[in-house]
């Protein structure tokens, strides 16, 4: 049932940091990066951001997002241009087989593409349909869905740089699934100039009313005891067959970048490249328990 202005008004009297941090989204456009940065952090992460000594993860995300600017990220996280990027290094038998790419949801021509795909946008997080029967799926609300994702300006909401001059398009790709045969697991390297430093596995990421879990973990894949935007499994996480495999690419995806996420799938000991991205969850995430954000800042060296 739709809120009453005055049931809005006072959830909004219980979370005024909710308030606050949709107040300065609205200024946005007319603050500066460095400033707007601070506020928001110190909004979503509850203490100051240290830009002169930055100490913990987060911050150094944040200092990273201001003062490590190259032209080749740009590339690298768009989902379309960075497969040329990352073939031209590791080879075209890491990438996933590109069905199309669109400027606009309306040319998406559905009948030419396979009973099961997945649409992405280029230049965001989350612009994401996922179809495993083309039967059953609803294009209109496919096309709605990627229609809004293209107008989502990646940068602005949280300044990732990389995100400002990446074109804007919707990308439809292979349909995958592994082991389990109902998901798509994802494992993720952290990797700091070239070295891998830790990982989290992604897993129930798409099953329908189950929280996506992450699963960290070293690079002699023991389990880390910390959480970070998402919980743990309450299930075994298998080491995946290809685990030496996939830190040998993440190392060679992240040579001189002081941090880069390097994102992988294993379909029965097959990799497969999923994305590059620096700011995971924006570096704006608590880690629980909170010695776990100054324990990975230590692995960055700025």
Not at 31 to 36: G, I, T
Not at 61 to 84: C, F, G, H, I, S
Not at 252 to 257: F, G, K, P, T
């Amino acid at each position: 049932m739709e809120q009453t202005f005055s049931q809005k008004l006072r959830s909004a009297i219980r979370n005024p940091k909710k308030v606050a941090t949709y107040l300065l989204c609205r200024i946005a456009p007319i603050l500066p990066d460095k400033l707007f940065l601070k506020c928001l952090f110190r909004l979503r992460m509850g203490y100051k951001l240290n830009l002169d000594n930055p100490k913990t993860f987060s911050e150094k995300l944040q200092w990273l997002k201001l003062y490590n600017r190259k032209p080749e990220y740009t590339q690298m996280v768009d989902k379309y241009a960075a497969k040329d990027y990352v073939a031209n290094i590791i080879g075209e038998e890491y990438i996933i087989p590109t069905l199309g790419v669109w400027d606009r949801a309306e040319d998406i021509d559905f009948d030419k593409l396979p009973n099961q795909f997945v649409l992405k946008c280029t230049h965001d997080s989350g612009g994401i349909v996922i179809c495993s029967d083309k039967s059953n799926l609803d294009t209109k609300k496919a096309r709605a869905k990627m229609s809004k994702g293209l107008k989502r300006n990646f940068y602005s909401m949280n300044r990732e740089w990389p995100y400002k001059n990446v074109k804007p398009r919707i990308i439809g790709e292979q349909y995958m699934v592994d082991e389990s045969g109902y998901e798509l697991k994802d494992y993720k390297f952290f990797c700091s100039n070239g070295e891998p430093k830790a990982m989290f596995i992604a897993t129930d990421r798409g099953v329908a009313g189950v929280e996506t879990k992450f699963d960290f973990f070293d690079m002699d894949f023991n389990h880390l005891p910390f959480t970070n935007g998402h919980p743990n499994s309450d299930k075994p996480v298998k080491k995946p067959v290809g685990f030496e495999e996939m830190k040998r690419l993440a190392s060679a995806l992240s040579q001189n970048i002081p941090h880069a996420r390097i994102d992988f799938y294993d379909i029965n000991g097959k990799i497969y490249f999923g994305e590059i991205t620096f700011f995971p969850a924006s570096g704006l995430k608590d880690f629980i328990p909170g010695q776990w954000d100054c324990k990975l800042g230590e692995l960055i060296k700025l």
